[in-house]
């Protein structure tokens, strides 16, 4: 019987270092049973930016509502049962004709993690993080979202204690829809700034 | 509050956007940081934080997944030798 395929591939060195940090904190006690498989089961099936698209189709058909999100945006969303104990201030800037809003960390990986899960690999590179800031106009086009010389843009860039989220411009032509239809126009990268509806 | 929305018909959070993670050690040091965030740290995750900040200005260019890594190993040399019990 041939050995091929009982020998798995051999661990890079950043796997070695992710298995001696999980043999050492598994070993004081710091990760119980379960714990990792249900945060990433909650990360790739619940926490994502159908979370984030839910607080914009409401704010599209509630005015009330969208009131309240631009106003403290934290106590909206959890209005709708996101958010959690980390106690992070929620910022919901809306985008107008006039305006266009986006959102960077540039010092690490700050995100509306409870609205939009984890952030996309390029929000997390350098190039993104020190461009949106300097040249805004110009990386947006080359992301595939040129806006006109007249539109004011407003860069956020996150922070421990606050974190953004965009407020797309409902498209038109949407008026018929239901909330749930309209939710399912909303793209994580309308809700990040990087893009239109 | 009106009522609440349907998930059903909808994509699922991954495919309205990118796979959260690419390998398994992604989602595995994810899920430290975040076990030790809760336990060890009260969930309080600015200190993490700070060393994540750290990590990533030490190397820009390092995949980010790998100064998550650094960051959490720092983090764990911050912690007494012994869980309080």
């Known amino acids: 019987m041939s050995e091929r395929g009982h020998h798995p591939a051999p661990l890079s060195p950043v796997e070695r270092r992710v298995a001696a940090l999980e043999a050492l904190l598994t070993e004081r006690g710091l990760v119980p049973e379960g714990f990792i498989e249900e945060i990433t089961r909650r990360y790739e099936s619940e926490i994502g930016p159908l979370n984030g698209a839910k607080v914009v189709a409401r704010a599209w058909v509630d005015p009330g509502y969208k009131g309240r999100l631009l106003t403290d945006g934290t106590a909206a969303i959890a209005e709708l049962g996101f958010g959690g104990p980390e106690g992070d201030h929620m910022v919901v800037v809306e985008n107008t004709p006039d305006v266009h809003n986006v959102i960077v960390c540039t010092l690490c990986s700050c995100y509306p993690w409870p609205v939009l899960g984890l952030p996309p690999s390029w929000y997390k590179d350098p190039p993104y993080r020190a461009r949106m800031v300097r040249e805004p106009r110009t990386l947006l086009a080359e992301m595939g979202c040129p806006l006109p010389g007249d539109v004011e843009i407003r860069v956020w860039d996150s922070s421990a204690e606050v974190r953004y989220l965009v407020l797309p411009q409902r498209p038109a032509g949407t008026a018929g829809m239901t909330e749930a239809e309209l939710a399912g126009l909303v793209t994580r990268d309308s809700m990040i700034g990087v893009a239109r509806l | ?85």
Do not use: C, H
Request: glycine residues 8%; without cysteine.
């Open chain 2, 1 to 85: 509050m009106s009522t609440p929305l349907s998930l059903s018909g909808l994509d699922l959070p991954r495919r309205n956007g990118e796979l959260v993670f690419e390998s398994p050690w992604q989602s595995t040091v994810f899920g430290l940081a975040a076990a030790v965030i809760d336990n060890a740290f009260g969930g309080d995750r600015e200190p993490f934080r700070q060393q994540l900040v750290k990590a990533i200005a030490a190397e820009p260019g390092r995949p980010y997944w790998e100064s998550w890594t650094a960051a959490l190993e720092a983090l764990v040399e911050t912690l007494p030798e012994r869980p309080v019990p």
